[in-house]
């Protein structure tokens, strides 16, 4: 370290010497050119005088403005608009003061010329540096890669490198499939062409890591790099999204090799950062299942916003202690804070709204593996259905402004016993909502990728086991989002919702599992058998995000649409066997009778609505 610190003080020093040495080299060229030495007395004096004050401005400005301690890196665009206007400010300073002050007659010259000579020097020993240095690294110890994407993210890439000493990369080339940008340069690079071009640039140049930087690649931009690269036997490397980026900046060790959830993720989302806040900030919220996957990473989130206190409840302990450590980094668990309750006990739910008193909540706690509840319908009836009652009406006793019922697409079309359970959460929710008139509503999504028991969990266990990896149909398929972006988008709902709605958000397009499987095997290296088993009871084919007599309209979210369902009286449950689905199938299939009732008569209003009665003449 101080052998570093040692060179970058050289460097620095050099650069100040180099800047104040280029004044006078231009001014003497200019003695040279202009006037060949023959300048008299007085001439000689003002442009010996003329490059000393310009020198020392120089260099005390570089040192104040810190141009000279480290500020930009060497010969960036930031580093280089600052020079220049050090440079040219101290040359319109020195020409204003000769003007006034200097003896009739001086070189006039002088003031004009040298300035705009002086810059140039200084940019050329920049840049000459910055190739000598960038060709000595490329030749020792940096591998060559090619980056894809030649905009934000990709520049941000070349400075990350250029301003490491230690990098492990060289970018010797660009891959952009914007025509506009073909030739261009970013951080002395060439953009080589398109995604035509990759495989044989990649060959050409002995590049064996391309590095993805698009921050707004879509799914199935990120399959077809991951296609062109599989075949041409390259790694790929991606840079985080960016709301995973401190300050929106990255490090080069948030590089990861291309898996899974980049193929099956989406591009950023955007959120509106004033709205959440405005609802979270300074106030008591409760997260139910906060010990899960993802009621975990929705405490993480809100916990940024700045809530007065963050309440984590969770019937499972060892869930609740691993959420304390990722937000707390301790795990003590003896916090007021980290609230061991099920929620199927109403009585412990109510001392826990009474100690706390919470104004928002998330609630995330259910039972979600439908093989197990279609083996045990009435423990997913206590929890989903009943357990949700339970917290409802805690809320609506204790005054909740917000509540956000985490539900799944299962329920659209509900066909198992999760999907039912889940689907009379959501009419319970909408009967609270419209009873309060509070913001109580429901946010409806798919599948996600890494959380506990999931898929993506199963599968790598299954290929580090050696095979065979399990799938239950060939043409099964499945919508998915990252843990981290299904939970902004629900927090995002929250702000955008209105009582009794349920959110549903967009899911991108249906992925088929025998292909992520096939991909999973092929990034294995390893020769593993699929073997298909059949799709369990109750299982759909083919999920669906909206029922067929749900009728979808926009919000204020490109992301997030808004569904209403019809609202479920909490005595009409008395009519309903836990344990048997299909009386859980009869109390929503009448729901679903008398919400089309419902819309056939508001239909019929307005279809009176345009037509005109008149009164017979006479």
Known sequence: MPAINARTGLLRTGLALWDGLSWALAALALVVARYSFALSGPEARFVFQYAAAALVLQISIGVISKLYRGRHSVASFEESVLLAIITLGVGLFLGIVSALFATPGYPRVVTFTVPLAALVLMAAGRFLFRTLTRNTRHATDTEPVLVYGAG???????????????APFEIVGFIDDDPAKSNLHLSGAKVLGGRDKLAS???????????????TADRAVMREISRVTEDAGLTTLVMPPTRELISGRAALSDLHQLDVTDLLGRAQIHTNLGEIADYLAGKVVLVTGAGGSIGSEIARQVYGFGPKELVMLDRDESGLHGTQLLIFNQGLL??????????RDAEALDKVFQDHKPEVIFHTAALKHLPMLEQYPLEGWKTNTLGTLNLLRAAEKHGVERFVNISTD???????????TKRLAEELTAHFALTTGRTWLSVRFGNVLGSRGSMLHTFTRQIEAGGPLTVTHPDITRYFMTIPEACELTIQAGAVGQPADVLVLDMGEPVNILDVAKGLIARSGKKIDIMFTGLRPNEKMHEVLFSDDEERTATGHELISRVSVPPLDPAELDQVDGSDPESMSRLTQQQHGAAASLRALKEAAAGLDGISLHRPKG
């Open 152 to 166: 934000l993210a990709g520049a941000q890439l070349g400075r990350l490198l250029a301003s490491d000493p230690d």
């Open 201 to 215: 640039e990649a060959l050409a140049r002995g590049v064996s890591t391309v590095v993805v930087a698009i921050q």
């Open 334 to 343: 003896d916090t007021p804070n980290m609230v061991l309750c099920d929620i």
């Open 410 to 420: 299962k329920a659209a079309d509900a066909t198992s016993v999760l999907g039912k």
